[in-house]
């Protein structure tokens, strides 16, 4: 396993758009989280999830945002009618639940709204 | 309501020699760990030393230590002969250590560059 994937890197895309990007955990980690990066500005949380099951929503995840962790494996992230300010980095990691819970992660997806 | 602050958007540093980023944070948790995260340009974020809030002693990883002083609520970072593979973003963050949601908090970061 060589650690957490994210794809696509990079994503540009239109205003009203929808995208949707993918995480591949390390494999037997079950949890899973979700962060945005802007520029100049340190990750914010998101989400995440335990196994397939979403436990938290940050408030910045408006209802345009959805995320979904289908059989607890992948987690996909889908914004609808994208928006500039959506334009960020959006970055994945994985964690097990147990001992420290050391969260490792992706190389991110930033995606560009024109 | 945990925070985490860094009051260093930019440092700099000769090769060889040693710098130190501060942090300070706050946190209503009653057992936490505090991290600094390495972002190269380009490139993933990874975990460059981790400190467990109950510990007193400070953790050391090679060339990188903390200095963490918990009633001050500060949490600085020294990299000792420095490297031009140092130069990156560092961000500090802080998480509950019990608990279900374990996010991090972050800081806005410090933007090192090292000079040959």
């Known amino acids: 396993d060589t650690g957490v994937s994210q794809n696509p890197r990079h994503k540009i895309t239109k205003r009203g758009q929808n995208v949707t990007f993918r995480c591949d955990p390390i494999s037997e980690h079950n949890r899973l989280y979700w962060y945005r990066q802007t520029l100049g500005q340190g990750p914010e949380f998101l989400t995440y999830?335990?196994?397939?099951?979403?436990?938290?929503k940050s408030r910045l995840l408006s209802d345009r945002f959805s995320a979904e962790r289908p059989k607890g494996s992948f987690s996909t992230l889908e914004i609808q009618r994208t928006e500039q300010g959506d334009s960020a980095m959006y970055l994945c990691?994985?964690?097990?639940?147990?001992?420290?819970?050391?969260?490792?992660f992706g190389p991110g997806t930033r995606l560009t709204v024109l | 309501a945990q925070t985490v602050t860094q009051s260093q958007p930019e440092m700099s540093v000769q090769e060889a020699e040693t710098v130190t980023l501060s942090c300070t944070y706050d946190?209503?948790?009653?057992?936490?760990?505090l991290f600094w995260y390495k972002q190269p340009p380009s490139r993933q974020m990874i975990l460059v030393i981790r400190?467990?809030?109950?510990k007193q002693q400070n953790a050391t990883e090679n060339r990188f230590s903390v200095n963490f002083q918990k009633a001050a609520k500060s949490f600085s970072l020294k990299i000792s002969d420095s490297q031009l593979g140092d130069a990156a973003m560092y961000f500090c963050?802080?998480?509950?250590?019990?608990?279900?949601?374990?996010?991090?908090?972050w800081g806005l970061g410090t933007s090192l560059a090292v000079n040959p």
């Open positions: 990691a994985s964690s097990l639940v147990s001992g420290v819970g050391e969260q490792f």
């Open positions: 963050a802080s998480r509950a250590k019990a608990g279900n949601n374990r996010k991090l908090i």
């Open positions: 946190t209503s948790e009653s057992d936490y760990y």
């Open positions: 999830f335990q196994n397939e099951a979403q436990l938290e």
């Open positions: 400190q467990e809030a109950y």
